[in-house]
């Protein structure tokens, strides 16, 4: 039996109000892989990511990451997991340094054993002169920055993000690339990444699902999906095809 | 199995981010922190010293009181009475747990327990107040004013901190009770049956039942109590320890129901970011600019069968309650000056402060459309003044018409007009000081129970413009009154007069001050 380190098994989620937003969705993730997940808006990705992250209860279906479930034993599956969301909310009267040993605090860490790691991610992102700042003076880029610091000292095993380089310029575009990267290959982390920049998502993840009303519509490495769609355009251009049936 | 170390780790950086960080790391705490310490020195030194000349204001409307049959014991029983009210009504109510939502998105997906975010959530709504004591400048200096006494006021404070952490906790505690329990409608007529019974019980005997004592009494007491001059201050002190006893008894409990909380009996609760209007109707309407911002913000919004039909209801309530007090307790040989001078505009100016800052709040959500799409600000301002100013004329005839039922004298509501031109102005500075403020930091802030109120420093100058408004229109207005009702009514036609021309001068300035001003989300 293959190991994943993210089952999502027929997942369906209503919300009140009648919204069908999971529709039977289907995704496994492999360790070491950096996932895509692609779809038009209202696709179910955000609501995807949530339930991953423990923040929403699918109504039917089995989520397991690294063969815990977020549901049943909450704790324990969101050890293995960092969450980027996609709205940049942070506490907004901690300063950067207070707000990334909150992070590591919650996770019974030492703040010593993973200080240089910080300033290392701190001054790629370029905020060391900004570490000691409330997270209400910056500017939503750079929050976006220490969200996905506090998300990579970590070292989880499947980051979870939804939109991560929203707001970033392009320095921090490519040492978030960078990071990541290194993090899959050295430290066999997993990613799971929610975006609409396709050129990204073409370039940076080793496998693609693309997502259209709550269920999963194509699946695989982006010459695998490009060879389903008949076509060897760009991803954007497949992406569209398919969506649009 | 609980993690203590999670636990305080949550609640020491909720606490940092709440009330410890803006205090100590922005400015305006930091002179707040200095403002409170230079008053009490000062009122510590003259009290010690003797210097009051003047009996404390509270000393000199214990007779008024008195005659109305209220003492430190039936207040208590009265703000149990309204606390029972609230149980009731949060018993009732349908909504979720609100938190909000950076806690939601960036604590909530962590490897956090629900039970032990609760647990550090209801220790920081217990220990915040405390904590955020400096910032609580209008409750320190109410204190002072009532009592002339420093210790006294300080102890007021904390008492009026014990019912704000009480509220968040009877909110915290029965939304569980009523999601998790299964037991709403036997606390239902559990509660109902307490207030119908203390209700039947008054009738029988004449005064306020001590059966309203039940629930919440050692709260009710701790907040009345450092303002009974009667009440020794270490007694005060010890029905201080006594109330938050009860608060802490009533956290366990509720830590214990979040044994059973789940992730969607939490709800995020998102403010500013991306709001528009929500909640109305889509309509298509044809006019200038100037006169769709006035109508959508002004007219439309307050001249509204919902609106009045309320402001009819209230009315009718306060004139059945001044019927009923003047029935029961008679009427008062004369009216007390420092009653209707101070404690009257105090307490209005109170109601009015809290309302204006859950409307300012309120449009404060889409006031970026205003700023993207309004040629001039200058209709925005106009609006919001006149909804102010609405909302202070229509609180005065409330307290008005409750005192002219209670006097027997009709001529009392004469006095509705001064504050049509007094409420332009309240509003106008209102506003002025918001733009001003909401420029440098976020001002407004949402509170756990769901409630939007404004923040620290400026919350205190807001407070302060409007009681100081209000003393000095009902000082004037009420003088007049004791000259004769043709001195009253010359008064009040000249403020009718004024109000257009100082609307119209100060809308200007107020929107010339919102085109000015980045407001800060």
Same mark, same amino acid.
């Given at each position: 039996m293959e190991n994943y380190v993210l089952e999502l098994i027929d997942l369906r989620k209503t919300y009140p109000g009648g919204v069908k937003a999971l529709n039977g969705l289907t995704i496994r993730v492999k360790p070491g892989e950096i996932y895509g997940l692609i779809g038009p808006n209202g696709a179910g990705k955000t609501t995807t990511l949530k339930i991953i992250a423990g923040l929403l209860k699918p109504d039917h279906g089995v989520v397991r990451i690294c063969g815990k479930s977020p549901v049943k034993d909450r704790v324990e599956a969101l050890k293995n997991i960092s969450y980027v969301p996609e709205n940049p909310l942070v506490f907004k009267n901690l300063t950067v340094t207070e707000f990334l040993k909150f992070v590591v605090g919650l996770r019974s860490m030492k703040w010593e054993n993973v200080k240089d790691h910080v300033d290392y991610l701190l001054e790629g992102f370029n905020l060391t002169d900004k570490k000691n700042k409330l997270l209400i003076e910056l500017s939503r880029g750079m929050i976006q920055k220490v969200l996905v610091t506090a998300a990579l000292i970590?070292? !989880?095993r499947l980051l979870v993000m939804d939109e !991560? /380089?929203?707001? /970033?310029?392009p320095e921090a575009q490519y040492f978030f690339k960078q990071t990541v990267s290194d993090l899959v290959e050295k430290e066999g982390v997993t990613a799971l990444i929610s975006s609409h920049l396709l050129d990204m998502v073409e370039k940076f993840c080793t496998r693609v699902g693309i997502i259209s009303k709550g269920k999963l519509v194509a699946e695989g490495r982006i010459d695998e999906i490009k060879k389903m769609a008949g076509r060897e355009e760009s991803l954007e251009k497949v992406f569209l095809e398919i969506v649009r049936g | 199995m609980l993690r203590p170390r999670v636990i305080l780790t949550l609640f020491w950086y909720l606490a940092k981010n709440r009330t410890i960080n803006p205090l100590l790391k922005r400015r305006s705490g930091q002179a707040m922190i200095v403002l409170v310490t230079a008053i009490f020195i000062i009122n510590a030194v003259e009290y010690t010293q003797n210097l009051y000349s003047s009996p404390s204001l509270l000393v000199s409307m214990e007779p008024f009181l008195h005659s109305l049959g209220l003492n430190h014991v039936t207040i208590s029983l009265i703000i149990s009475a309204i606390l029972i009210a609230y149980t009731i009504y949060v018993l009732f109510r349908g909504k979720p747990i609100y938190i909000p939502e950076e806690i939601y998105e960036t604590v909530l997906s962590q490897p956090v327990d629900l039970e032990e975010y609760m647990l550090a959530n209801i220790l920081e709504t217990i220990s915040g107040p405390i904590l955020l004591l400096p910032a609580f400048l209008g409750l320190a200096l109410f204190g002072l004013f009532m009592t002339n006494d420093p210790l006294r006021a300080i102890l007021f404070m904390f008492g009026s901190l014990i019912i704000l952490s009480a509220v968040i906790i009877i909110d915290t505690l029965f939304t569980l009770v009523r999601r998790k329990t299964g037991r709403k409608r036997l606390f239902i007529v559990l509660f109902i049956g307490i207030l119908v019974a203390s209700v039947v019980h008054s009738l029988v005997i004449h005064g306020y039942s001590p059966i309203l004592a039940l629930p919440y009494m050692p709260i009710a007491y701790a907040l009345v109590a450092p303002l009974?001059?009667?009440?020794?201050v270490s007694q005060a002190t010890l029905s201080l320890i006594i109330g938050y006893s009860e608060i802490i008894g009533l956290a366990l409990i509720a830590s214990f129901l979040a044994r059973r909380i789940g992730i969607e009996d939490l709800s995020p609760k998102s403010f500013y970011r991306g709001k528009i209007f929500e909640g109305g109707k889509a309509k298509i309407k044809f006019g200038s600019p100037s006169e769709i911002l006035y109508s959508y913000l002004f007219t439309g919004r307050i001249f509204n069968p919902k609106h009045l039909g309320g402001l009819i209801i209230i009315m009718a309530v306060s004139i059945i309650a001044g019927l009923a007090a003047s029935a029961y307790f008679g009427v008062a040989s004369q009216i007390n000056a420092y009653f209707i001078e101070f404690f009257i505009p105090m307490m209005t100016g109170m109601a009015l402060y809290s309302l204006s800052a859950q409307v300012i709040a309120w449009d404060l959500r889409c006031y970026w459309l205003y700023r993207v799409y309004a040629i001039d600000m200058a209709p925005v301002a106009a609006a919001l003044i006149s909804r102010l100013a609405t909302y202070c004329v229509g609180a005065g005839l409330v307290m008005l018409a409750g005192l002219s039922a209670y006097f027997h004298d009709p001529s009392m509501i004469i006095i509705t007009a001064f504050y049509v031109p007094g409420g332009v102005i309240a509003g106008a500075i209102q506003l002025m000081i918001l733009s001003y403020m909401a420029s440098k930091k976020q001002v407004i802030r949402e509170t756990p129970a769901g409630i939007y109120t404004v923040e620290g420093f400026t919350a205190v100058m807001l407070e302060i413009v409007i009681i100081i408004i209000f003393m000095s229109i009902s000082g004037l207005a009420f003088y007049l009154h004791s000259i004769s009702v043709e001195a009253l009514a010359i008064g009040a036609v000249i403020s009718l007069f004024t109000a257009y021309p100082l609307h119209r001068f100060l809308r200007r300035i107020v929107g010339d001050m919102m085109t000015y001003y980045d407001i800060l989300f």
């Open positions: 970590v070292k !989880p !991560p /380089m929203a707001g /970033m310029d | 009974a001059t009667s009440i020794e």
